[in-house]
């Protein structure tokens, strides 16, 4: 148990519509990251927060949003889903100062169909 | 974000040594260099980090060359559970809580240890 908790672990769900994916931080962390791999495009970081402000934005479509909240845990939300978002999301989460490692969660497997 | 370049896979045999090399030529004098890896069906996990000089801890040795061009992750002995891929990943100074906080993976090292 790396300490960074994501829930749902598999979600199934039809193409159109919303889903929420939740990740509880590793206790003492501030900072949370997004991140989505699928098999043609790795690893690829969607968004960081920072105690409840967005401070980063990486390859985020437009029908993807996230947020954080006062209790640190984070949401993101999937919405007008296709075919193409079936992939693994990834939470991690850090302790600033620079330098530190993130800490991953397992993961949350969403499959479109 | 400074890129590097890792060979796509690598094999070993189980309890000998394993170098696992990146380059990266257009590093920044404030980028760390991260390396992480992930466990088949598993989130990534931290391995080892460093600047400037060499770092050793439980899991590994990173070793840093003189002109941070580039570094090797070294597994002392590695064991049927290092089968991972291995990310090299510079992590630059956005400031804690800005954007270059963030990391940026590449494709990894696809490590193989056969018995």
């Known amino acids: 148990d790396s300490g960074v908790t994501q829930t749902p672990k598999h979600l199934i769900t039809a193409t159109g519509q919303r889903v929420t994916l939740r990740c509880s931080p590793r206790s003492g962390d501030l900072s949370v990251y997004w991140y989505q791999q699928s098999l043609d495009q790795g690893l690829q970081f969607l968004i960081q927060y920072y105690n409840g402000e967005e401070r980063a934005k990486g390859n985020i479509l437009e029908r993807f949003s996230a947020q954080q909240f006062p209790d640190l845990h984070s949401e993101l939300n999937l919405s007008s889903l296709e075919l193409g978002d079936s992939a693994l999301y990834f939470c991690?989460?850090?302790?600033?100062?620079?330098?530190?490692?993130?800490?991953f969660g397992s993961g949350t497997r969403l499959t479109v169909v | 974000d400074a890129k590097t370049t890792q060979p796509n896979s690598m094999e070993s045999n189980e309890e000998e040594p394993v170098h696992l090399p990146c380059n990266h030529s257009t590093i920044s004098g404030t980028d760390y260099i991260h390396w992480y890896r992930q466990l088949p069906s598993q989130g990534p996990e931290y391995v080892i980090h460093g600047l400037t000089s060499n770092v050793n801890n439980r899991m590994a040795s990173l070793a840093i060359a003189e002109d941070r061009k580039s570094s090797t992750l070294i597994l002392h002995r590695a064991t049927l559970r290092d089968a991972a891929v291995y990310y090299c990943i510079l992590r630059g100074q956005g400031g804690i809580t800005g954007g270059g906080n963030k990391l940026t993976f590449g494709t990894g090292t696809q490590l193989k240890v056969e018995l």
């Open positions: 991690a989460s850090s302790v600033v100062p620079m330098g530190y490692g993130y800490t």
